[in-house]
């Protein structure tokens, strides 16, 4: 990445859009913590680790938001680079965490049987921690060719987990009751769209995109990405939870 491309305004602009981020994902956590009282015990698990989720975001996004400001200064409106690196590898460990943990919200939330959470907890899961691993030696490779290898690899368990969301949870969602239905296919379906936005973000450096102009779609895009893929999935898994509540006879049953 080379920073020395980036203008001043898009210095400012990355800037606010890690601060948003920070204050999404800290206000999530605090809602979905504080809402949790609000759905029957056996859907608190999945409210716990959705907030869990957030606010391991929050803590990153600020890291990020550190790490960025300290790559720059800025002196009578001209932008100039310190010399500390703009630390990449918060993104890598916030999904290496977060990316398994949004899986299992949404197998905790569909209360399948005990054997079939733990086998789907764990293929799924492990997927997504393997397709982290493999993506992180792309991610900061000089060379193209490096790049795109680990790119490839990391498309299989990506593609696996794909296929998992769109076909093999279908059996499970038709057994879930009907008023909840529509809105577990919405986010499985929530879960592909976003996440299909990180492999192509990832290529942007391989297809010609350059410069700071280049440097800003994929810091802004992976915020927004990152926003729709944990705050408003974990509202959509809050409000799954609470219309299963009602249904099996409100937070108390
Ligand atoms: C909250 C963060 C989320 C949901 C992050 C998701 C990240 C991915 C789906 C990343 C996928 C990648 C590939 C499939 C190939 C290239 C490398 C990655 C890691 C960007």
Known sequence: MDLSTISLGQYTFIQNAF?????????????????????????????????????IAAYHYLQIMLSWEAAFSVTNNSISETGYPFNQAYRYVDWLLTVPLLLIELILVMRLSRSETVSKGVWLGGAAALMIILGYPGEVAEDAGTRFTFWVLSMIPFIYI????????????????????????????????????????????????????????????????????????????????????????????
Do not use: C, H
């Open 19 to 55: 601060s948003f981020g920070l204050a999404v994902m800290a206000a999530a956590s605090l809602f979905l913590w504080l809402s949790r009282s609000n759905v029957a015990p056996a859907y608190r698990m999945a409210i716990t680790i959705s907030g869990l989720v957030t606010a």
């Open 162 to 253: 794909v296929y998992q969301l769109v076909v093999g949870l279908k059996g499970s969602i038709a057994k879930q009751p009907e008023n909840v239905r529509g809105l577990i296919n919405g986010a499985a379906t929530l879960v592909v769209i976003s996440w299909l936005f990180y492999p192509i973000v990832f290529l942007f450096p391989l297809i010609g995109f350059t410069g700071g102009g280049a440097i800003t779609a994929v810091e802004v895009g992976y915020t927004i990405a990152d926003i729709v893929a944990k705050a408003v999935f974990g509202i959509l898994i809050f409000t799954i939870a609470l219309r299963k509540s009602e249904a099996e006879g409100g937070a108390q049953a």
